[in-house]
């Protein structure tokens, strides 16, 4: 295993833990987590997490590894940590895609399901606010 990939896994593990412990108790960080989520996959008009991960091209990757490290840190700069938390586990699910451990596999998936969670959540609060009005 390369450094990249252990500093992946150790990160990988930290997220995690602090999703079991508080982070998917955290009602504002999983809004904006389904929030960003949902604006990267209507950009390629898809329906899911796993679909806008897997589909998106090597360049486009990249560009989005890229960007989700600016936006991140530019959070940090403004003091919206909940913001670059989100911005945090969207990129680790993106860059997991790029691992071949098998022992990673379990704690990816989890992540992933935490994505696919928030994502759904936002957007039944977007339909009944729409609903509403």
């Known amino acids: 295993m390369d450094e990249r990939q252990r500093e992946f896994r ?31 996959i209507a950009t390629y008009r898809l329906k899911t997490w796993a679909e806008f991960k897997n589909g998106l091209p090597t360049a486009g990757y990249n560009q989005l ?22 911005i945090q586990l969207l990129a ?3 860059v997991a895609r790029t691992m071949n451990e ?12 935490v994505i696919e969670r928030a994502l759904r959540t936002y957007r039944r609060a977007i339909t009944a606010r729409a609903a509403s009005h």
């Open 102 to 113: 098998p022992d990673l596999k379990q704690g990816v998936t989890l992540l992933d399901a």
């Open 10 to 40: 150790s990160r990988l593990i930290a997220i995690m833990q602090d999703l079991q412990q508080d982070g998917v108790r955290d009602a504002e960080a999983m809004r904006i987590l389904g929030r960003l989520a949902s604006g990267l």
């Open 65 to 86: 590894v890229e960007d989700f490290r600016d936006q991140g840190n530019a959070y940090l700069e403004e003091g919206k940590v909940k913001a670059a938390y989100a």
């Open 92 to 94: 680790m699910s993106m």
